[in-house]
């Protein structure tokens, strides 16, 4: 079958999506659905978590990826080993709202739109699906037979139909949900690609990939404008952009988070890593404070590390989970807060 179209057979079948709906009442005495965001007005400076605050357990193994709804956090969204998409309250009961079932193999990625009515989700069972999150109707599915690693949606707000999906097939793949087509292949790594950031106002993206690499791409062109490789470089599965813009962070195999500066010239920061975790072997999520004071990455052993950005020094070291903490958010609004989660099949909140 024409594999440039998205057209090609999974080896996998595509189970028949569905949901359950875990609160009584969708819409509140103002009609407000679930989505309605109580924290739009709320502005703290950032501190420290000193204490945790709540456990959310219902997935039946272990949690992969955590995503705040945005823009500002009142819900949050984890994807499961089990295979199940959960979204969760934040501020008031606490409890799950919503499980979608779409997937017939663990959830490796999910990613929401600016306004977080749609997300996607990546599943080890090579399928794409875009969701509505209030419905949980599945608005349509993709997959080129292979497994997709990394899922992002295009920032512009002209753009929110066209989304990329790096692949471990070496592919970074550019689909748009209007046509259902497949609009562009980046295809120049050597290895399964990781991470997918824009940069330069959304006319460029990064991305990281088991070959060692670090590519910048012009959006839309299919060549590399900037390639990044060292020998003394490693695999960095997880990246994550500081609010200001001007700086990426990557986890780093040899247990070091490395810095590349987001200025006129996209290039590494060799003078600042921050070390002391470990995480070999691991695709440990990273956060950065909002205000940019902190930055924080989980580790193997279920800890979570806190450094001060201006002197790279540990700061603070939690003891968050039994097994590897994989998941790490700082609240965008409630600056005090974060979000971990883990193979033992938990999600926690502290502040």
């Known amino acids: 079958m024409d594999e440039k179209r998205g057209k090609r057979v999974a080896r996998y079948e595509a189970i028949e999506p569905s949901s359950l709906l875990h609160v009584k009442e969708v819409y509140d005495y103002q009609g407000r659905s679930f989505l309605h965001d109580p924290l739009r007005d709320v502005d703290r400076q950032a501190f420290l978590p000193k204490k945790m605050l709540h456990t959310y357990r219902g997935h039946n193994k272990g949690v992969h990826i955590i995503r705040w709804l945005p823009p500002h956090g009142h819900l949050i969204m984890s994807g499961g080993l089990d295979n199940k998409v959960k979204l969760w309250d934040v501020c008031n009961t606490r409890h799950v709202i919503q499980t979608y079932i779409g997937h017939a193999k663990a959830i490796k990625d999910v990613t929401f739109n600016n ?115 060292d020998p003394g470089m490693h ?22 988070i490395k810095l590349f500066a987001n200025g006129e010239r996209f290039k590494p920061h060799g003078k600042k890593a921050f070390r002391g975790h470990c995480v070999s072997g691991y695709a440990c999520q990273i956060a950065w404070s909002p205000d940019g004071k902190y930055i924080c990455s989980g580790d193997g052993e279920g800890f979570v590390w806190f450094w001060e950005w201006k002197t790279s020094r540990v700061v603070k070291k939690i003891k968050a989970h039994d ?22 099949s938990t999600i926690k909140i502290w502040d």
Not at 236 to 248: E, L
Request: net charge neutral.
């Open 115 to 229: 306004d977080g009515r749609q997300f996607i989700s990546a599943g080890f069972d090579r399928f794409l699906r875009v969701w509505d999150t209030e419905t949980a109707k599945v608005i349509a599915t993709f997959t080129t037979g292979k497994q997709p690693n990394v899922v992002k949606v295009h920032p512009d707000e002209g753009r929110q139909s066209i989304f990329l999906a790096g692949m471990a097939d070496k592919k970074i793949v550019q689909w748009d949900q209007r046509s259902n087509q497949i609009t562009q292949e980046y295809n120049q790594h050597l290895g399964p690609v990781n991470t997918i950031t824009f940069i330069d106002s959304n006319t460029k993206f990064v991305t990281t990939s088991d070959d060692k690499t670090v590519r910048v791409w012009e959006w839309d062109i299919p060549f590399v404008v900037k390639y990044i490789a």
């Open 235 to 256: 695999s960095m599965p997880t990246g994550t952009m500081a609010n200001s813009g001007k700086w990426i962070a990557y986890q780093s195999m040899d247990n070091q």
């Open 323 to 344: 097994a590897v903490c994989i998941g790490l958010l700082w609240h965008p609004v409630d600056q005090s807060r974060i979000a971990t989660c883990s193979w033992d």
